[in-house]
């Protein structure tokens, strides 16, 4: 058995696509025509005519002198070449009746006279031979009308025929990881029908169906000539007999001498139809799971496949008040990407039937950007279906090994980050601001919230349903709160008064507060929750990991505190980011001092101000404030620490 080699694989769901032409039904009403009939045909759009086309016609007639007659013949194109559009040589001689013609292209000898028993073959090996999709598919497609006429007086009309296509067409899109991969071949392969070979048919039919023969295939393989599959980006077409109903079919690829192994899930390819699979081949991806799993995977390097299990929420472990459910999504999309233009974060993403997102990251790094994953049952809210989970995809540079170890005044010793979460530098301007998040949220919003018209700053969202909204939700109960924040990663939820300014609960009072959100219910050091936005080995930390940033600790230089860390090291926080309004989502001027910035910790626990806020570590020109209370509806910093 020949070895297989499994690559990464982004096949998104078949697009059809109907190959569209004037067409006269079966049933379309009687026209009167003169004795001599100019003959006109149009293919569909994807398809042109060349200068040697020819039609076959056969030719049914009951006339008003009782004679019913059939003859068959062909009519030589005469203008239209290189267009879908075609005028062919005139029929003459009518006699007065009704009479009906069966149109095929091409016309083989071998079709035979009978058009109630057309005979055809399509190959189980095909070539595309031209860069060009339209001329491969023309020379295993075959074309079909009918036409009803009636000739009682002398108006000169024509006959149209609009051409269908018998079979179905699959395009496979594929981009290749670098222009000096080659494709030599393609077969597909389906383990219930015949795809390819002799067909039988009845052109006079209400519906023309082929019916296969006894030399049947259930394998067509597409070949390369002329290093027609060996550019970067490729279109390949294969004609194969129609799926009426849903089928799997598998997918080998030939590149550079190594099979590649593809499921594509199951799907009907209707007949005059064009399927478009998109299939990105990279090399195998990385598997984003294996030190485990998280809200927010790292990637950090270019034009790369990586993948995760979207069946697991967050980390998939169980903290106080809180245990993981397992996911069954059924598709995967980009949310939105911090980029200017499409695709700057991630290529392609898709979706496995075993619930593995892989994905590919652009041609540099250095953004952020949103993977969800849905129920796959579109509605009007949500054309995509409801979102089951989403996923912070950090594209970032950074070197793990740049983490800052600092020492609590109880000498536990905690491992910071040099830089905020979703930074993209430690540089205190835009690049090194990172992300904000509403406490115990899990998803991210971009570092400079929303205007205050709602609209969001920057980047791009790919379909508006799943969109940014700035103050549209308000809390509705603990429980409902967080589903509603798990359908709508991009609503930044608004907090109030009299929910103590938290995003989430069921009314004022400690006593209807999600403490539990990020692991640390009991205020201790706490655990990493399904809930924490930190990557892989990182968690947000614990008030405590703040508790030796003192002001005496430290300098303040350029909007950045500097603190004294371990080892000689310096940690640094900057001003620069700001914070979000706990109502509006849009960033807040400099406050008292200057520029302010707000730092999330898991700890419900301030130092003073109302119980029912979080801690935070607040930095600004001349003051810090270890545990600073902070209104959990507000959108802040995440410096995480490993776990």
Known sequence: MKKRFFYGLIASASIAATISACSNSDNSPVAPINSEGRIEAQLPREFKWNTNSKLGIYHSMSTESGKNEL????????????????????????????????????????????????????????????????????NYSFFYATQKISVNNTNNSPINFGLKNLFSILEFDFTLESPDQKISEITITSQNQNLAGDFTFDLTADKVIPQIGSNSFKSITLKSKNDALNTKSIKARITINPLLEKQPLKI?????????????????????????????????????????????????????AYKFDAKVQGNGKATSKIAPKKLTPKKAFVVWESSKTEKGVIANVSLDENGIVTFITSDKIGGNALIAVTDGEPTDE??????????????????????????????????????????????????????????????????????????????????????????????????????????????????????????????????????????????????????????????????????????????????????????????????????????????????????????????????????????????????????????????????????
């Open 382 to 643: 949500f054309p995509l279906g409801t979102i089951l989970w989403s996923w912070h995809i950090w594209s970032t540079p950074y070197d793990v090994n740049k983490d800052i170890t600092v020492k609590s005044k109880a000498g536990d010793k905690f491992q910071f980050m040099a830089i905020n979460l979703g930074a993209l530098s430690v540089d205190p301007d835009k690049t090194g601001n990172g992300l904000k998040y509403q406490w115990g949220r899990k998803d991210p919003f971009l570092k400079d919230g929303f205007k205050l018209d709602g609209s969001e700053h920057e980047g791009i969202v790919y379909n508006p349903k799943y969109g940014w909204q700035a103050s549209t939700f308000t809390a509705n109960g603990k429980d409902s709160a967080i589903d509603e924040a798990i359908k709508f990663p991009t609503g930044y939820f608004r907090a109030t008064q009299g929910n103590d300014f938290d995003w989430s609960g069921n009314g004022a009072g400690i006593e209807n507060r999600n403490n539990q959100l990020w692991g640390n219910l009991e205020n201790n050091l706490g655990k990493k929750s399904i809930y924490d936005p930190c990557p892989i080995g990182y968690r947000v930390p614990p008030i405590e990991a703040f508790e030796s940033f003192e002001s005496e600790n430290g300098k303040f230089v350029n909007e950045d505190w500097e603190f004294n860390a371990e080892n000689g090291q310096k940690i640094t926080f900057s001003t620069e980011p700001s914070y979000l309004n706990y109502v509006t989502g849009a960033p807040v001027g400099p406050g008292r001092n200057g520029k302010e910035a707000y730092y999330w910790t898991s700890s419900t626990k301030p130092a003073y101000g109302s119980k029912s806020n979080a801690s935070s570590f607040l930095i600004e020109k001349g003051w810090i404030s270890v545990n600073q209370t902070g209104q959990r509806g507000m959108g802040a910093s995440i410096r995480c620490i490993r776990e």
């Open 252 to 304: 080998l690829v030939q590149v550079d001498g190594k099979t590649l192994d593809f499921d594509i899930a199951p799907e009907a390819y209707l007949p005059n139809h064009i399927y478009n699979i998109p299939l990105v081949i990279f090399s195998p991806a990385e598997d984003l799971n294996k030190n485990g799993y998280a809200n927010s995977y790292i990637v950090n390097e270019a034009n790369k």
């Open 71 to 138: 003859n068959h013949f062909t009519s030589k194109l005469i203008s239209g070449a290189e267009t879908n559009q075609a005028t062919f040589e005139s029929i003459s001689n009518f006699e007065k009746g009704t009479h009906t013609f069966n149109a095929l292209y091409p016309h083989l000898e071998s079709h035979g006279n009978d058009p109630k028993k057309i005979t055809i073959n399509l190959p189980s090996e095909q070539y595309q031979a031209e860069t060009s999709t339209n001329d491969n598919t023309a």
